[in-house]
């Protein structure tokens, strides 16, 4: 059983969030938002994002990182992400 941590930084404001793999998509709200995200950081400006998730079962499972750029931000960022994994 092993937490999974990923910092994002970059140049501009970037937001992270963090998806079970059976989400249908990004974009979901309401009631399958709540079911399939499970951690984001949304801090302003070029504060690094964190986000961290504790896989609880005895099996592996995957997780999709999803980077975005928030309203009213810059039209464009470039990131880098450092994923780390501990017990």
């Known amino acids: 059983r092993r937490r999974v941590l990923i ?23 309401g009631a399958a938002r709540r079911k399939h995200l499970l951690a984001s950081s949304g801090y302003r400006g070029s504060h690094p994002e964190t986000v961290a998730f504790r896989n609880r079962l005895r099996r592996g499972t995957f997780v999709y990182l999803d980077v975005y750029l928030p309203e009213g931000g810059a039209p464009s960022a470039q990131y880098g992400a450092t994923i780390s994994t501990t017990r």
């Open 7 to 29: 910092r994002v930084t970059g140049g501009a404001d970037a937001d992270v969030e963090l998806w079970n793999a059976a989400t249908p998509s990004v974009l979901v709200t």
